[in-house]
């Protein structure tokens, strides 16, 4: 159990690399390459294709009838809507704001928690999100570059995070009774419907010329599919098998600092604009901050497991 625990963790804070890395570069391919609705349209389908490869070869499990419509809310809340707004709002406004943003996810994920699935919410959990969310308030009023900021697309990220938060949270029960490959094959099959199912999609993804995108940018669009979608949205409900939505969204409090460590490495490489000037020792501060709210949160996990097993013992 413990190994299982552990591998949990690894899994979210690999799902959160992926996240800080897709902040910096798939602002790079909108809107000049591809609009935010089909690349969103690409990231859906492509994923939800290889999902069901997977799932008819290795899973093959049913679904009963009555979890359909928890499947359809957790594909529209979590892939549709979130990745809508994310992508709509990461085209408007900075990656820096957008990695900062997101940090308000766990909070929602705990209220969401407590009112839905009755999670208790204990003073280490509460410590943890309190010392997290000061570390970001904090980032947030130093961390922006003065360029490419908006209040629309920040906007749009803050819905985004409401989405994400309502997404972990309803998918808790149905990983507790099916295989995590099933439950996202299916997730992605309804979110991809309801994304063909928006009006622009299918109209910008007719108008979008394909041949004249260059070789860089297709590279990115396929690590955004691979990458930041089959692969992160498998590793969050494998990771959910394990821990409580609340922990996994606390995660996300890495986000203002992988986002900034990969503007960092990646503009050093041509790949990115340049925001080597925005790091200071203030900012590794609250950085370490936001690390100690994760700790304290993701760490309560650990304290129930030793209890549970002194109690078996």
């Known amino acids: 159990m413990r190994s299982n625990l552990f591998k949990a963790h690894l899994a979210l804070f690999a799902v959160n690399a992926l996240y800080g890395a897709n902040h910096v570069v798939a602002k790079g391919v909108m809107p000049e390459h591809l609009t935010p609705s089909v690349f969103i349209f690409l990231r859906a389908a492509g994923a939800t294709l290889l999902f069901w490869i997977i799932n008819l070869l290795f899973v093959r499990e049913k679904i009963d009838r009555k979890d359909f419509f928890l499947l359809a809310a957790c594909g529209l809340f979590g892939v549709t809507i979130n990745q809508l707004f994310f992508f709509h709002g990461l085209s408007l406004t900075s990656s820096i704001n957008s990695g900062i943003i997101m940090t308000i996810n766990p909070i929602l994920v705990v209220f969401l928690s407590y009112l839905i699935l009755k999670e208790a919410i204990t003073w280490r959990k509460s410590l943890g999100i309190i010392l997290g969310a000061i570390g970001a308030i904090f980032l947030t009023l130093t961390a922006g570059t003065g360029h490419g900021d908006s209040t629309l697309g920040d906007i749009f990220i803050f819905i985004n995070a409401m989405s994400y938060a309502m997404y972990l949270v309803l998918v808790k029960p ?82 203002p600092v992988l986002v900034m460590l990969f503007a960092y490495l990646l503009s050093s490489v041509g790949l990115a604009e340049d925001y080597t000037d925005t790091i200071t020792l203030e900012k590794v501060l609250y950085m370490l901050l936001i ?17 549970k097993s002194s109690v078996g013992n």
Do not use: H, N, W
């Open 291 to 307: 690390f100690t709210g994760v700790y304290l949160t993701s760490s309560s996990s650990f304290i129930r497991l030793k209890r």
């Open 174 to 255: 149905l990983m507790k009774k099916y295989a995590p490959l099933t439950v996202i094959t299916y997730v992605f099959s309804f979110g991809l419907t309801f994304v063909v199912c928006y009006p622009p999609t299918l109209a910008e993804l007719s108008m979008t010329d394909f041949a004249s995108i260059p070789a860089d940018i297709i590279y990115v669009i396929l690590f955004v599919i691979l990458g930041v979608t089959f692969l992160t949205y498998l590793l969050t409900v494998y990771g959910l098998k394990f821990l409580t939505p609340s922990v996994s969204s606390a995660y996300i409090y890495l986000q």
